[in-house]
Structures are given as C-alpha cells and as structure tokens.
C-alpha cells in the first residue's frame, strides 16, 4: 500500500450540468486562493487539454488530467500523488459536464474520479432561475450515490442576498453546507471560444484570473470551505497498471516536439513519459527555419488554422519535415499536426494553404462541424486511447489508396467510428489526441502494425 503526503485540503469541483460556472469558479479559485498564500495545485477531469492550460496561468503551475477512460486506477493515483503536497497546499480538480456524466453512466465521470481518489465534491450550482426548489435536487445529488461525498454547494449567479437566503435554507434542509455564493454579474465574460477557450492572448486570460477572483472569492466561506475539505493521508493500493509498455528500449533518443501558438494541445504525463525515451528538444513549426535532430518528432494538435500563412510561408521548415519523414524519420501528429502533414489546409473563406504534403489530401475549415468523443484501438496487442475533438473536416482522399490505415478505431463503448489512422513509411498521423501516460509511444511504430 503506498501513502500519500496530505495537502491542506483537496477536492473535485462539480456542477450539476455544464455552463453551471465550473470554469470561472475554478479559476477564480486557483487565482484567489494563491493570492491568499496557498500553493495550488489543480487537475482536470477528463481529456481536456484547453482548461488544463488556464489553470496554469491562473495556479502558476501546470494542470494534470484525471481520466478514469485513458488511466488505470493506480496510474489515476500515480497523477494524484506526483504533485509534491503539504499542509498549505490546495488540490483542486475540475469537473466536467455535470457531476455523474461519464462515457457509460457514471463511468469516466467526475464523480469517477473522486471516489477513484477518495476526496470530497463541492457542487456548483446555477441558481439563477431558482430558489428553495434547490432542496430536493441538492438532496439527491447528495443520496445518489453513497460512495461520492458531496460535502457542500456553491451557488452561482444569485440575484441578491434575500434569494441567497431562500437557496441557504434549501441547502440546510437538504443536508449540504452551503459555502457561500457568486454574485450574478455582467461585468465578467470569458473570452471567445474556439475549441474551447481561446489561447491566443495570455494577457487577457491573466487579467480574466484576477477578475474571477474577485468575483468567487468576495461572498465564499474559505475557512469553511478548506474545514470541509481538509485532507487527510490515505493509502491506496500498490499500482497495477493495465497497459503494457513496450517495446524496452536501452539507447535515449532524440525527440522533437512542436510547441508554440499553432501546436500546444499536449497532454503533461505524455512529455513525462517521452523524457523517458530520450532528449526533447522543443521547436516551433512558425518561426525556426528547420526541424532540430531527431529520431522522433511529435507534432500535437492546436490551432493552426488560426496561422495557416505563417505556417505555409515557412518554406524551409516544411522541407525539413518532409525530408524527415521521407529519410525513414518517426512521426507521431495528431489533428492539428496531422492536418500540417497534408497537402494544404483550406481556411473559412475557401483559400488553400499549402502544408507539409506527405499525405495527399486537403483539411478544410469550411463547413464547419463538430466531432468529438473518446477513441480506441487495439496495435501490437496493445490498447490505445484517445480523445477526438475537432471542427475540420479532410476532402480529396481519392489519392489515398497508396497510404496505409493501420487500423480501426472505437469509440469508449466498442462502437466502430469513421477515425482513420493514416501511416506513410514511419508516419502516422490521426486526428485522435492519443494519451501514452502508461505506454510506450514507440511501440506504436513497432513493426507498423
């Protein structure tokens, strides 16, 4: 059984649905509580790899994911635990979507993690068109399942303090203390969303931080809050990971990974697990003029629609790439990175960008549509998964017969999906964000498939 340090106080931070205002409360949280003096650490529930980047601006330390779909429970744990903790430390772990919603039922859900990690839930809840009716849905929320402890409720946008006193009665008579409340307000907005929050002004999101600070932080009982959710130190079971990592490798190698505006949809446990492997040497695709040495470059997702002539005008760093590729050079990209290998991507207005081109088709950003959900596939007797979530579409794969699908991916509940992963001698491209956390990501390239 392994122990861990104990923080001050650690909890998930849930709502009943999304749009409840997990975000802006979690954010203002982190901001708050690290002007107070805390060390904050936060985490995010699921796959998300947009708020985890907020929270670090808003924590001033990086985010981790929580996901009971891509991690076994002793890796869960391995996530939970890496972060060093002490008595004025805060783990804080945003929810996501509501409190109890998971790939199937529950599971994968925020409620998941917690009872995975044994730590308590503080419920957020929009009570801007509701007052007392709160009781019985606090209640339930509270009943449903014994093993998750919802150990109080925030309300957010109340009106005034009488409807504030009509939602502390609904709570005291549904047995959840209530931590206090955030003020309905239009002078707070979060910035524009693309795939989530935008990326594009760090500044801006600074600034964001502050405000939601003063907004969470100005009618909440922090002392009540850490009180009911102090930590305490917990044993788990000595890990048992269910994913195997192979193949061994003895000689580091060289990996470069692209890293700047366009491309920074990165998981931190797959750096983690990539330093393993060898020397990372960090590049950015806009602005150096070639592709550093390298054995292996992972090309991550982001926004390169937001700089497709930056992008296309870099002439000798496309060379660079292709040259990498077409010498026998591994390359893992995924949506965003694999929308650079192709031959152009097309923006809203319908001009042509023109890409790396080692695969012979197009990405378009017209006709825009979301596709998202969890991915997996069994390569090499191994299970891999992943998570799809983009607004590109690719057309003109009539050329694509010489190129290699390696295999067929699932969604979270074994429903085969239209999700190809696209190989061309050591590439392999997809638009699934593949998690490595317990693997090797060479073995993926091992015999391809």
């Given at each position: 059984?392994?122990?861990?340090?104990?923080?001050?106080?650690?909890?998930?931070?849930?709502?009943?649905?999304?749009?409840?205002?997990?975000?802006?409360?979690?954010?203002?949280?982190?901001?708050?509580?690290?002007?107070?003096?805390?060390?904050?650490?936060?985490?995010?529930?699921?796959?998300?790899?947009?708020?985890?980047?907020?929270?670090?601006?808003?924590?001033?330390?990086?985010?981790?994911?929580?996901?009971?779909?891509?991690?076994?429970?002793?890796?869960?744990?391995?996530?939970?635990?890496?972060?060093?903790?002490?008595?004025?430390?805060?783990?804080?772990?945003?929810?996501?979507?509501?409190?109890?919603?998971?790939?199937?039922?529950?599971?994968?859900?925020?409620?998941?993690?917690?009872?995975?990690?044994?730590?308590?839930?503080?419920?957020?809840?929009?009570?801007?068109?509701?007052?007392?009716?709160?009781?019985?849905?606090?209640?339930?929320?509270?009943?449903?399942?014994?093993?998750?402890?919802?150990?109080?409720?925030?309300?957010?946008?109340?009106?005034?303090?009488?409807?504030?006193?009509?939602?502390?009665?609904?709570?005291?008579?549904?047995?959840?203390?209530?931590?206090?409340?955030?003020?309905?307000?239009?002078?707070?907005?979060?910035?524009?969303?693309?795939?989530?929050?935008?990326?594009?002004?760090?500044?801006?999101?600074?600034?964001?931080?502050?405000?939601?600070?003063?907004?969470?932080?100005?009618?909440?009982?922090?002392?009540?809050?850490?009180?009911?959710?102090?930590?305490?130190?917990?044993?788990?079971?000595?890990?048992?990971?269910?994913?195997?990592?192979?193949?061994?490798?003895?000689?580091?190698?060289?990996?470069?990974?692209?890293?700047?505006?366009?491309?920074?949809?990165?998981?931190?446990?797959?750096?983690?697990?990539?330093?393993?492997?060898?020397?990372?040497?960090?590049?950015?695709?806009?602005?150096?003029?070639?592709?550093?040495?390298?054995?292996?470059?992972?090309?991550?997702?982001?926004?390169?629609?937001?700089?497709?002539?930056?992008?296309?005008?870099?002439?000798?760093?496309?060379?660079?790439?292709?040259?990498?590729?077409?010498?026998?050079?591994?390359?893992?990209?995924?949506?965003?990175?694999?929308?650079?290998?192709?031959?152009?991507?097309?923006?809203?207005?319908?001009?042509?960008?023109?890409?790396?081109?080692?695969?012979?088709?197009?990405?378009?950003?017209?006709?825009?549509?979301?596709?998202?959900?969890?991915?997996?596939?069994?390569?090499?007797?191994?299970?891999?998964?992943?998570?799809?979530?983009?607004?590109?579409?690719?057309?003109?794969?009539?050329?694509?017969?010489?190129?290699?699908?390696?295999?067929?991916?699932?969604?979270?509940?074994?429903?085969?999906?239209?999700?190809?992963?696209?190989?061309?001698?050591?590439?392999?491209a997809s638009y699934t964000h593949l998690y490595w956390g317990e693997q090797n990501l060479l073995s993926l390239f091992q015999d391809l498939c």
């Amino acid at each position: 059984m392994n122990q861990t340090n104990s923080p001050k106080s650690s909890f998930v931070l849930a709502a009943t649905s999304s749009g409840c205002g997990k975000t802006t409360c979690t954010i203002g949280l982190l901001r708050g509580l690290r002007q107070k003096g805390y060390t904050v650490q936060p985490f995010k529930c699921g796959p998300d790899y947009i708020d985890t980047q907020h929270h670090a601006i808003a924590a001033g330390t990086p985010s981790i994911n929580l996901d009971t779909f891509f991690s076994s429970p002793g890796h869960l744990v391995d996530c939970y635990q890496q972060i060093p903790s002490d008595n004025h430390t805060i783990q804080i772990i945003e929810g996501a979507m509501g409190l109890f919603d998971g790939y199937k039922r529950w599971k994968g859900s925020a409620a998941d993690v917690a009872m995975t990690l044994d730590v308590p839930v503080i419920l957020i809840v929009d009570a801007q068109s509701v007052a007392y009716s709160v009781a019985p849905l606090l209640y339930g929320y509270a009943h449903f399942n014994p093993q998750v402890r919802v150990a109080g409720v925030i309300f957010n946008k109340v009106a005034s303090e009488n409807h504030y006193n009509y939602l502390v009665d609904a709570a005291s008579d549904a047995g959840v203390p209530c931590l206090g409340y955030i003020a309905r307000s239009q002078s707070i907005a979060m910035p524009s969303r693309h795939l989530g929050l935008t990326l594009d002004d760090e500044f801006m999101l600074d600034e964001y931080a502050n405000k939601a600070a003063n907004l969470v932080m100005d009618h909440l009982d922090i002392d009540k809050l850490l009180a009911v959710t102090a930590a305490h130190p917990k044993t788990y079971p000595t890990r048992k990971p269910h994913l195997e990592s192979q193949p061994n490798h003895t000689d580091p190698i060289r990996i470069a990974v692209a890293h700047d505006k366009a491309f920074n949809f990165i998981y931190p446990v797959n750096i983690q697990q990539l330093e393993k492997l060898g020397q990372i040497t960090y590049f950015s695709p806009i602005t150096d003029k070639v592709l550093p040495p390298c054995d292996l470059l992972y090309l991550p997702g982001g926004y390169p629609e937001f700089y497709l002539s930056e992008l296309s005008t870099n002439n000798t760093m496309l060379t660079s790439i292709k040259a990498h590729a077409e010498s026998g050079g591994k390359i893992w990209a995924e949506c965003g990175g694999m929308m650079y290998l192709c031959t152009s991507i097309i923006d809203q207005d319908g001009r042509h960008y023109p890409m790396v081109n080692i695969f012979p088709q197009q990405a378009t950003m017209q006709d825009m549509k979301l596709r998202l959900g969890y991915r997996q596939f069994t390569c090499n007797n191994q299970n891999w998964r992943g998570h799809e979530f983009h607004y590109s579409r690719l057309i003109n794969q009539d050329n694509m017969d010489s190129f290699t699908c390696i295999t067929h991916q699932e969604t979270a509940t074994s429903r085969k999906v239209n999700a190809p992963i696209f190989r061309y001698k050591q590439v392999l491209a997809s638009y699934t964000h593949l998690y490595w956390g317990e693997q090797n990501l060479l073995s993926l390239f091992q015999d391809l498939c």
